[in-house]
């Protein structure tokens, strides 16, 4: 066996190693290499437990956390916010997706909490509100384990500002203070970042690129004031009928090759905003995901064949040739973008998986086997724990061919557990635990858990 290092670190020193190990492993969401992003519809469409979904989908929404109580979409409040998973085929529900959730986390898939959607969005008017807002969103996430936050806010009502990029109005500003302390609580609590990606209609975001848009472009003031925490960015490349590129004087149309390469581009570019909303910064491509309806009845314009999805994202990653008439400003494109989405996992399933399928062709099955951080290129873990938190049990995934020991060690660095770990799944006994965080090691890797 090899010499415990750990074993060997003064009480303090290893108190302040653990100190920053806290700051720095973690500080920064663990992603896919690249993703395809899934939406899960609660209560309508076809029913598929999570468990049960395509295996490309490697970042799951659970849509949605909404607002929308009494049904009638322009008049909802914050104070109805909830998650109500219902089936008319599984009575079980809140329970199977709680454990199908960890059964996902376990195979180093990412769950989201969606946030709004068309009918379940809101405004924050009020300090009150954003407090509101924070509470049950905290609520959510603890109920159900989930991984972070999926933004989608929509309507008008509730999302159209006065305000500019950097200085947005009130309602706007509310929701950025709510994400930044829902992100503090979630470091603080769980001791690793909260993923964090949006899901904005377009108008919203490159609508900033034509004057006749007076919306304020809401998204672009999100945008910037949380761009070091987002980690995927998916605008909807549907339902906007035309759109300018980055020239500002070429209309580009959903539902084509060019729309898609030239709305991608301006979202990683960046532009100035016209009627003097200010700057857009543009954010790196593997943040950005191109989204798409599964089928042509998924969304009211936007839809594209598997053949001319492949085309526009294969050209905007360097891969492929120009599909139409738009030209890349960008030499070579942007190899690094983040993956796919759509709208929904239950309606690609319904069309047998042909976006999943599409998806894997440009992609390739193996991109959830390995993990990015800050835009580095990753590997797979040698080991994955879940859950995490966890109380009673704790099953360790080893992918070491050989035996290796693992090891618990608590704040002050003393050793509490090990086991020996063999290549697969491990089942551990942590109910003599206390409360709290501890960090473990399987001699080449280390992680944090939270004891609950």
């Not at 010499?3 to 670190?9: D, T, V």
């Not at 998650?83 to 085929?89: D, K, L, R």
């Not at 206390?434 to 992680?447: D, Q």
């Amino acid at each position: 066996m090899k010499k415990n290092y750990y074993s060997l670190l003064t009480m303090p020193f290893f108190t302040l190693l653990f100190s920053l190990f806290l700051l720095s492993a973690d500080a920064i969401a663990q992603m896919p290499c690249k993703v395809l992003v899934g939406y899960w519809q609660n209560s309508w469409g076809t029913y598929v437990r999570l468990k049960d979904i395509n295996s490309n989908y490697n970042v799951i929404c659970l849509s949605f956390l909404e607002a929308d109580k009494n049904l009638v979409e322009t008049d909802n409040s914050i104070n109805d916010l909830e998650f109500t998973p219902s089936s008319n085929s599984d009575i079980n529900i809140v329970a199977n997706l709680k454990a199908d959730i960890i059964t996902l986390q376990g195979q180093g898939k990412l769950v989201l909490m969606s946030i709004g959607g068309a009918t379940g969005s809101f405004k924050l008017n009020s300090v009150n509100d954003k407090n509101t807002f924070v509470s049950k969103t905290k609520a959510a996430i603890q109920a159900y384990g989930v991984n972070g936050i999926d933004i989608d806010l929509e309507q008008a009502t509730y999302v159209n500002q006065a305000g500019t990029i950097s200085n947005p109005s009130a309602h706007i500003a509310y929701v950025i203070q709510g994400i930044e302390e829902l992100l503090a609580w979630y470091q603080t609590t769980y001791g690793k970042k909260m993923i964090l990606t949006m899901a904005p209609e377009i108008p919203y975001t490159t609508g900033g690129l034509s004057q006749y848009q007076t919306n304020g472009y809401p998204y672009l003031a999100m945008i910037e004031a949380l761009r070091d925490d987002i980690d995927l960015m998916m605008v909807q490349l549907y339902n906007a009928g035309e759109m300018y590129g980055l020239s500002g004087s070429t209309l580009y149309y959903d539902g084509t090759a060019d729309f898609i390469v030239s709305q991608t581009e301006a979202i990683i570019k960046g532009f100035t905003a016209k009627n003097s909303k200010g700057t857009y910064s543009g954010l790196p491509a593997n943040k950005v995901v191109v989204a798409l309806p599964a089928t042509s009845g998924s969304a009211g314009s936007g839809y594209v064949t598997t053949a001319v999805a492949k085309s526009a994202v294969k050209y905007l990653m360097g891969t492929g040739s120009k599909p139409g008439s738009y030209t890349l400003v960008q030499s070579g494109g942007y190899p690094d973008l983040a993956g796919m989405m759509t709208w929904s996992i239950n309606e690609d399933m319904d069309n047998a998986y042909a976006f999943a399928t599409n998806y894997a062709s440009i992609f390739g099955t193996g991109s959830a086997n390995c993990t990015v951080s800050s835009g580095e290129i990753g590997v797979k873990d040698a080991f994955s724990i879940y859950p995490n938190p966890a109380n009673n049990q704790l099953i360790v995934m080893s992918d070491e061919k050989s035996s290796a020991t693992l090891t618990i060690y608590n704040s002050l660095g003393s050793m509490v557990l090990q086991k020996t770990l063999t290549q697969g799944s491990n089942v551990l006994d942590i109910s003599s635990l206390s409360a709290g965080l501890y960090l473990i090691s399987n001699e080449r890797e280390m992680k944090k858990i939270i004891v609950e």
